[in-house]
């Protein structure tokens, strides 16, 4: 069965940096596009950036383009997200999926951005 374990997140000031990852199992990974999704307390699930197959292509949601960069490695089945210029506003659960399917999501990891 699909499963997706995230890790990496933390407690971290306003300006910090930190990289999620993202363990992949139970499917052929090198072969799915995948996603990085996140949800602040109260508020709905938000997409943040989305990587091909492959890794060449990238795309991320306007709010944290040019501040995250989404890379995979497909030769230990695992996805990263790198969280530089962290803001009080990225605080919220983290989460991995297959691309647009949010039935493969993980249990999440936290990120807290507080001074």
């Known amino acids: 069965r699909v499963q997706l374990v995230e890790s990496g997140g933390d407690l971290v000031q306003p300006g910090g940096s930190l990289r999620l990852s993202c363990a992949a199992s139970?499917?052929?990974?090198?072969?799915?596009?995948m996603d990085w999704v996140r949800q602040a307390p109260g508020k709905g699930l938000e997409w943040v950036a989305q990587i091909s197959y492959s890794g060449l292509t990238t795309y991320y949601a306007d709010s944290v383009k040019g501040r995250f960069t989404i890379s995979r490695d497909n030769a230990k089945n695992t996805l990263y997200l790198q969280l530089n210029n962290l803001k009080t506003e990225d605080t919220a659960m983290y989460y991995c999926?297959?691309?647009?399917?949010?039935?493969?999501r993980g249990q999440g990891t936290q990120v807290t951005v507080s001074s």
């Open positions: 999926r297959r691309a647009a399917d949010d039935t493969s």
């Open positions: 139970g499917f052929t990974f090198s072969t799915y596009g």
